[in-house]
């Protein structure tokens, strides 16, 4: 497993479950991942080194966890070594890397979408803004963590999110242009697929919380709580993400001489005309993954290797019945500058018979746990309901001794408002 986040941490235990399984590794992972996992101290991006530990160790499967690695060509160099890894070569993750790629896939396939443009002088996109005004969303190019999208509601919010990307190339090249693009109004929604280069398996759904803070206010951040399944997205809906969205953009790939395989995960805008597509992230959604394996009852792995494969159309999956919600805990400060290794207490017996608590950004200092990041916890519960699986993930919340941490009290309200 390549990564040390929330989303490793669930595709870990998951995993470890598979009794294909006889050994496990992480690279680099974090002091939760240590007691499900053996640590590998090597950075998710470093590709030669990954792929020279992989061989020396007799790694029969790799799973890339972080769009980084994919992007880095992780999945080019360990089939090139003979070892299988799933996730899509450096040329089909461009379909995350770059905003402005995947526009133009959207477009030439026939997506429904936002319309857009593209800019790389910040005076031409000031002008712009000028023009087309307010509400308008303005978002880096490239990859920033989930952090590069301003979802501006006033011509002076565009401006200064233009001017931070462009002019104080605060998101580094990832920010040497910019999309900005048209605001859509609707509810937003995440759709999983495994996709082995022509087969499409669906996966459960499931609805983001992306801003920092309560009532979806506050700077976007890298997830704040998720829940599982999303009742927004109906079963008309979803025939209409499939046919409307993801094959076009399967099709255009194949096309295209990159054929996509992996995980396809689609950040989508339900509005009154029907689903729209907001962006294409290559990997597990986090904290989508973390719901979604709560539900998933079959094995992993074999999927897994059939999304490798090319055997896709032989796997069917099972999900549970049951609601899943995760609450993500982060350091107060979060998604801005926030201090570090501040001490978290009652971690070990807090999830109880609740649920689990997934580790992000955690390590051990003197016996005790300590954050080590912004998002630094996942708590996850499941219920027979979605109100069930919100008080028990809440309940784990308020049994955590943690001064220096916060999260979001509304996750899975909206989700609530559907009942009835």
């Given at each position: 497993?390549?990564?040390?986040?929330?989303?490793?941490?669930?595709?870990?235990?998951?995993?470890?479950?598979?009794?294909?399984?006889?050994?496990?590794?992480?690279?680099?992972?974090?002091?939760?991942?240590?007691?499900?996992?053996?640590?590998?101290?090597?950075?998710?991006?470093?590709?030669?080194?990954?792929?020279?530990?992989?061989?020396?160790?007799?790694?029969?499967?790799?799973?890339?966890?972080?769009?980084?690695?994919?992007?880095?060509?992780?999945?080019?160099?360990?089939?090139?070594?003979?070892?299988?890894?799933?996730?899509?070569?450096?040329?089909?993750?461009?379909?995350?890397?770059?905003?402005?790629?995947?526009?133009?896939?959207?477009?030439?396939?026939?997506?429904p979408t936002a319309s857009w443009r593209r800019f790389e002088d910040a005076g031409e996109a000031r002008a712009w803004i000028a023009v087309c005004g307010a509400p308008v969303v303005i978002k880096a190019d490239g990859l920033t963590g989930g952090?590069?999208?301003?979802?501006?509601?006033?011509?002076?919010?565009?401006?200064?999110?233009?001017?931070?990307?462009?002019?104080?190339?605060?998101?580094?090249?990832?920010?040497?242009?910019?999309?900005?693009?048209?605001?859509?109004?609707?509810?937003?929604?995440?759709?999983?697929?495994?996709?082995?280069?022509?087969?499409?398996?669906?996966?459960?759904?499931?609805?983001?919380?992306?801003?920092?803070?309560?009532?979806?206010?506050?700077?976007?951040?890298?997830?704040?709580?998720?829940?599982?399944?999303?009742?927004?997205?109906?079963?008309?809906?979803?025939?209409?993400?499939?046919?409307?969205?993801?094959?076009?953009?399967?099709?255009?790939?194949?096309?295209?001489?990159?054929?996509?395989?992996?995980?396809?995960?689609?950040?989508?805008?339900?509005?009154?005309?029907?689903?729209?597509?907001?962006?294409?992230?290559?990997?597990?959604?986090?904290?989508?993954?973390?719901?979604?394996?709560?539900?998933?009852?079959?094995?992993?792995?074999?999927?897994?290797?059939?999304?490798?494969?090319?055997?896709?159309?032989?796997?069917?999956?099972?999900?549970?019945?049951?609601?899943?919600?995760?609450?993500?805990?982060?350091?107060?400060?979060?998604?801005?500058?926030?201090?570090?290794?501040?001490?978290?207490?009652?971690?070990?017996?807090?999830?109880?018979?609740?649920?689990?608590?997934?580790?992000?950004?955690?390590?051990?200092?003197?016996?005790?746990?300590?954050?080590?990041?912004?998002?630094?916890?996942?708590?996850?519960?499941?219920?027979?309901?979605?109100?069930e699986a919100r008080d028990r993930a809440y309940r784990i919340v308020d049994r955590i001794d943690w001064a220096d941490g916060f999260c979001r009290r509304d996750i899975g309200l909206r989700g609530l408002s559907h009942r009835g």
């Open positions: 497993m390549i990564g040390g986040g929330g989303r490793e941490h669930a595709l870990v235990r998951t995993i470890a479950a598979s009794p294909l399984v006889t050994a496990l590794f992480c690279a680099p992972g974090n002091a939760g991942i240590a007691n499900d996992a053996e640590l590998v101290d090597m950075a998710a991006d470093d590709v030669a080194g990954l792929v020279a530990w992989a061989r020396t160790n007799a790694v029969d499967l790799v799973v890339p966890g972080p769009e980084a690695a994919l992007v880095a060509g992780v999945v080019d160099a360990m089939e090139g070594a003979g070892i299988a890894c799933i996730g899509p070569n450096a040329a089909a993750a461009r379909l995350e890397a770059s905003k402005s790629l995947m526009k133009e896939i959207a477009d030439a396939a026939g997506v952090k590069g999208v301003t979802v501006a509601f006033t011509e002076a919010e565009a401006l200064r999110a233009v001017d931070e990307a462009l002019a104080e190339r605060v998101f580094g090249d990832a920010g040497s242009s910019v999309v900005i693009e048209e605001f859509l109004d609707g509810e937003e929604a995440s759709y999983h697929v495994l996709v082995d280069g022509t087969s499409i398996l669906p996966l459960a759904t499931a609805q983001d919380h992306k801003r920092v803070g309560d009532g979806d206010t506050g700077p976007n951040t890298g997830g704040m709580g998720c829940y599982s399944p999303a009742p927004v997205v109906t079963p008309e809906i979803e025939a209409r993400i499939l046919d409307d969205i993801i094959r076009p953009t399967i099709a255009a790939m194949s096309r295209l001489g990159t054929p996509f395989r992996g995980v396809l995960y689609a950040g989508l805008m339900i509005t009154s005309e029907g689903p729209r597509l907001l962006e294409y992230n290559v990997r597990f959604g986090d904290p989508e993954c973390q719901v979604l394996l709560a539900r998933l009852e079959d094995d992993l792995v074999p999927a897994l290797l059939a999304t490798r494969d090319g055997t896709l159309d032989g796997v069917h999956l099972t999900w549970r019945e049951e609601s899943a919600l995760t609450v993500v805990m982060a350091t107060r400060g979060y998604p801005g500058t926030y201090p570090q290794a501040t001490p978290i207490r009652r971690l070990d017996d807090a999830a109880g018979d609740d649920g689990v608590i997934l580790h992000a950004g955690t390590a051990r200092e003197g016996g005790g746990w300590v954050s080590a990041g912004g998002r630094v916890l996942g708590v996850t519960a499941c219920g027979a309901c979605l109100a």
